[in-house]
């Protein structure tokens, strides 16, 4: 099934492929929420890792739908394997982050929901908080109000390993995340970071306190 589908996502989408594309995210999304991933993950994670170049064309498409479908894909990939992704998480990440600044909203919002996702699935890493600090000094407003959630989102599922975030030197970059979106121009964005602070320091009192 992986194997038929590679021609679709071949070269630059057009008008022929376009629709291709799209029905076999919904077969990849299919395959996802059935027994593949537990019964044969092995095979199944070597077949999304063929096809991710693909599936980043579909994510990126002009198209709204097929754009909607491949992060939908994302999001199920994230939730059903959690960790197992993780050797792919860079470059999803670099991805959905440049998405995030798209002058469609529905687009943007997409984007948003599959990196909050993925961060909430996966296993801590101090390359998360490095995309994170990059998206809080983007040009674009969105990636910098995003931000402010996937931290929220970061902090709340790994708040029982915070050793090994102190230890990365997590802590202060999220400070710093935090301290940036607090003064940004944007007031949705310092808004928004004010609940982010409010986790931090349930976390981390000493350092919310400075």
Known sequence: MFRDMIPHFEGKETEHNWLHRERS????????KGNAPQDYQAHYLAGI???????LKAVNSLRTTLSAAGCSLLQ??????????????????????????????????????????IIGNISYSARLLQHMWAACQDKNTQPRLF???WLKTLMNRHAKHKNTIEHSGGVDI??????KGLADANPGVRENMRGTYWIFASIWPDRARR
């Open 25 to 32: 995210v919904h077969t990849l999304r299919r395959l996802t």
């Open 49 to 55: 890792k063929q096809l991710l170049d693909g599936i």
């Open 76 to 117: 199920d990939i994230a939730r059903v394997n959690g960790p197992a992704i993780e050797p792919m998480v860079e470059i999803l990440l670099q991805n959905l982050i440049k998405l995030c600044g798209a002058v469609k909203k529905i687009t943007s919002q997409s984007g948003n929901i599959t990196v909050d996702t």
């Open 147 to 149: 931000a402010t959630r």
């Open 174 to 179: 999220i400070e710093k995340c935090i301290k």
